[in-house]
């Protein structure tokens, strides 16, 4: 829901600047959509970094000190290294992982709203 909330968001930022009639009317129709694909791309940079930092736990465990410690430390520590093999990813729902390519297919998404719109309005 989010993806096609941000997409229509986007696209209506984009159609309000191509159809304003004054100035003042054009620059906040851009601020808005600067900041719209801002908040998009800022929640696809830090659901990405996620993704990223959390495959380095598994090294971070292993480089440890981990052998030398008591056998339930030992225990805890495999278990912390089994669940780190798989990468935390922040998803849409159902719809799949929300990163850095997600971001771009909400923008492509917009790009075919303001292509409809546009044969619409002409």
Do not use: C, H
Not at 16 to 41: D, N, W
Not at 75 to 85: G, H, N
Request: charged share 15%.
């Amino acid at each position: 829901m989010e993806f096609v909330l941000n997409s229509i968001n986007v696209a209506a930022a984009a159609l309000q600047i191509i159809t304003v009639k004054t100035a003042s009317e054009a620059v906040f129709a851009l601020v808005f959509l600067i900041l719209v694909v801002l908040q998009v791309f800022t929640l696809a940079w830090s659901a990405n970094e996620i993704n990223l930092q959390s495959t380095k736990i598994a090294d971070a465990v292993y480089n440890s000190n981990w052998t030398d410690q008591s056998e339930e430390i030992k225990k805890i520590m495999y278990v912390i290294l089994m669940r780190a093999q798989k990468p935390l990813e922040l998803t849409i729902g159902p719809f799949g992982p929300i990163n850095i390519e997600s971001a771009l297919l909400t923008m492509k998404g917009a790009y075919s709203f303001i292509s409809l719109m546009m044969q619409t309005y002409t």
